[in-house]
């Protein structure tokens, strides 16, 4: 991906140490945010990226204006874990129609201890939330952030916030309860 290429030596020193120190405090928590929403590290990972890489362009142009960072990288990170997610439900789509006529084995799940089925079915159930509940809870019980830090990420007010995150953990909990998880 030739697109995706960043030039530093273009880069002043200060820019570059900005990066760092950028990368320093934030790159852990978005990483957890991303990994949780996609379920995958290594996708997390490259969204992440990517987040970074657009940030880079934005302090490395004229036009920079690197207030409020974190939530910037934090609605960013989120914008690109919703693209991937799109785009690899297209293709899983293809994959399934075009293997539907194999069958799955079923001695994988037979070998998982009981933690990790636990850890899985808990996992899973955040799929009962809609995209949106599920970013406020996240940021929320994963990141710890607040109700107005949520707002500016999510462009949503306060009130709303807490609304959802309200109505995302019933609803996580009913559902957990109803598969006796809980």
């Not at 302090?59 to 609605?75: D, F, M, T």
């Not at 919703?82 to 070998?111: F, M, P, W």
């Not at 500016?152 to 996580?172: D, F, M, P, W, Y």
């Amino acid at each position: 991906m030739a697109e995706k290429a960043v030039k530093f030596e273009n880069a002043s020193p200060e820019v570059v140490a900005e990066m760092e120190a950028i990368i320093t405090e934030h790159e852990g928590g978005l990483l957890r945010y991303a990994g949780r929403i996609l379920m995958d590290p290594v996708a997390a990972q490259d969204v992440v990226q990517d987040a970074f890489i657009r940030l880079f362009r934005l302090l490395n142009s004229p036009r920079a204006n690197p207030s409020k960072i974190a939530n910037w990288l934090y609605r960013v990170t989120h914008n690109n874990a919703v693209d991937y997610i799109r785009r690899e439900s297209r293709l899983r789509d293809l994959h399934r129609k075009s293997s539907e006529e194999q069958t799955l084995d079923d001695g994988d799940a037979a070998r998982r201890n009981e933690d990790e089925e636990k850890c899985n079915i808990v996992l899973e159930h955040l799929g009962v939330l809609k995209m949106h509940e599920k970013q406020v809870l996240l940021l929320r019980l994963q990141e710890g952030k607040s109700y107005r830090e949520i707002a500016e990420i999510t462009r949503r007010s306060e009130g709303n916030v807490g609304c959802i995150l309200h109505h995302a953990v019933q609803k996580l909990s009913q559902s957990l309860d109803r598969a006796g998880v809980i």
